[in-house]
């Protein structure tokens, strides 16, 4: 992952950075910033990004705020499990969604 560097979501450009945290995420919607512990392994360091990237989806698309930590955990274990059990069909879908021009 290369800190520093901005994510958009929506309508918004978080700044996403690595720092010394107590959590291994953070995001403040106020601030439009995600923040990950600093010297997390590989895969730990990008299943909390993923886990902070649905927060702000939560925050950007008006989800309802009940039980958001709930689905944003299950959303996250979800996604990552597609991900790791597909590791075709996960790449060729990022593949074609950021192909340009289409
Ligand atoms: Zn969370």
Redesign the pocket.
């Known amino acids: 992952m290369t800190y520093k560097q901005n994510v958009i979501i929506g309508s918004t450009i978080y700044s996403l950075k690595e720092c010394n945290i107590k959590d291994y ?1 953070e ?1 403040n919607h106020e601030e439009a910033t995600i923040t990950i512990r600093k010297g997390l392994p590989d895969k730990l360091k990008y299943k909390t990004l993923i ?2 990237i ?2 702000t989806i939560w925050e950007e698309y008006g989800l309802p705020t009940s039980n ?2 709930s689905m ?2 299950r959303l ?1 274990n979800g996604f990552t499990s597609f991900c790791m059990n597909n590791p075709s069909l996960a790449k060729k879908i990022v593949k074609e969604l950021i192909k340009k021009g289409s």
Request: with cysteine; charged share 45%; net charge negative.
């Open positions: 995420g995001c886990h902070e649905f927060h958001e930590e944003v955990k996250e």
